[in-house]
């Protein structure tokens, strides 16, 4: 689906939103994939994600168009070179599937500026001319909406480069459209070199039967997956819902990397939290579920500066060259202890 109209006809969008929905996909798309609809009839947390509201007209002031100043450090068209040791490598700015708070959504949509064979090659022989590279992390856009020969092209390039040590790709595609991760696409991943999925998925309604299966299928290919997901004001901002999404992940063999604070792409202030809150619903979630189910909460900062962790602290300086600690429950204890308190 991929107007208001078609949301509408399917009943996810109430004939009083189509109005600002239309409005809304004259600056941003629209694509609900089949799977991900069919979520949407019963899951707020799945609708909240994908279906245009009219919140999205309503840009801050602090809200910008290249909210992780992609554009700063980009050298050559589709590479992004902020640390020395990894790049982005951008081939499609296209999706299965919207996220109505993406961090790249002036550049993404349906005629989103894929790289040409030439731009391709461009980005390739960056890579090669920069021995400095070991990991290149295809990112977009969905680099698995890529048919399986040119995602094959791509990674048998790339891993033809002695430098190049490590792959990982960024994708959405085992939530929105899982029976697309079918044998050919799981041997287009393949190669010589170490091969990582990072899987884009913000709540445990996502993880359907058909999306663990698709997942276990690169999994059992020997192909790692991590999760990277967003915190997101009404769909898992509240300790439960991260536990049952991180415990979800978990159980599916996919280890929860990194959990974004929502960066401040234009008209997405309808999803962003304080910081504190997130540091809050952390703290709880490292009271509730093991080190395994723990994903590093972190800030892109804006303007190209890179991502670092954001909390919550555990340890804080007592002054008198001593630490106090935090513990998941709330209690504060000095290390190290003092003499007295000792254990026996
Ligand atoms: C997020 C990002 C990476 C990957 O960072 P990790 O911390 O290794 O996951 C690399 N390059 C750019 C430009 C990024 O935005
Ligand atoms: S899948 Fe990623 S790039 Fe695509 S719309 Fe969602 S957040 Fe943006």
């Not at 790339?158 to 085992?174: K, M, N, Q, S, W």
């Not at 960066?263 to 309808?270: M, P, Q």
Request: aromatic fraction near 4%; charged fraction near 25%.
């Amino acid at each position: 689906m991929r107007d208001a109209d078609a949301l509408r006809d399917a009943g996810l969008l109430a004939e009083s939103d189509v109005a600002a929905a239309k409005q809304v996909a004259r600056r941003y798309a629209i694509a609900v994939t089949p799977h991900l609809a069919e979520g949407a009839q019963t899951s707020d947390a799945i609708a909240r994600q994908f279906i245009p509201s009219a919140e999205e007209l309503v840009i801050a002031r602090e809200e910008l168009g290249d909210p992780i100043g992609d554009e700063t450090h980009s050298p050559v068209k589709g590479i992004v070179h902020r640390y020395a040791d990894r790049v982005l490598l951008k081939p499609i700015h296209a999706c299965a599937v919207y996220c109505r708070f993406c961090f790249r959504r002036e550049q993404v949509g349906p005629g989103g500026d894929a790289l040409d064979a030439a731009e391709l090659q461009a980005a390739l022989d960056y890579i090669r001319g920069h021995g400095e590279i070991w990991e290149v992390i295809l990112s977009g856009g969905d680099p698995l909406l890529l048919s399986p020969r040119r995602l094959k092209e791509i990674i048998d390039q790339l891993a033809a480069i002695d430098h190049v040590g490590i792959i990982r790709i960024h994708t959405r595609l085992p939530v929105a459209d899982p029976a697309k991760i079918d044998g050919e696409m799981v041997a287009a991943l393949k190669c010589a070199k170490a091969v990582y999925v990072a899987l884009h998925c913000n709540h445990a309604d996502e993880l359907t039967p058909e999306v663990k299966a698709a997942c276990g299928r690169l999994i059992d290919a020997g192909i790692p997956m991590l999760a990277q997901s967003v915190l997101l004001k009404g769909v898992n901002d509240d300790a439960a819902a991260m536990e049952a999404l991180m415990r979800g992940l978990v159980a599916a063999r996919i280890k929860p990397y990194y959990l974004h604070h929502p960066d401040l792409a234009h008209g997405t202030g309808h999803f962003r939290l304080p910081i504190a809150r997130g540091q809050e619903i952390l703290r709880d979630l490292r009271g509730r579920v093991s080190g395994l189910c723990q994903p590093t909460y972190v800030l892109d900062i804006p303007g190209g500066h890179g991502k670092v962790p954001i909390g919550p602290d555990y340890l804080s300086a007592d002054g008198t060259g001593g630490w106090s600690v935090a513990d998941p429950d709330g209690g504060t204890h000095l290390y190290p202890p003092k003499a007295a308190e000792k254990p026996e």
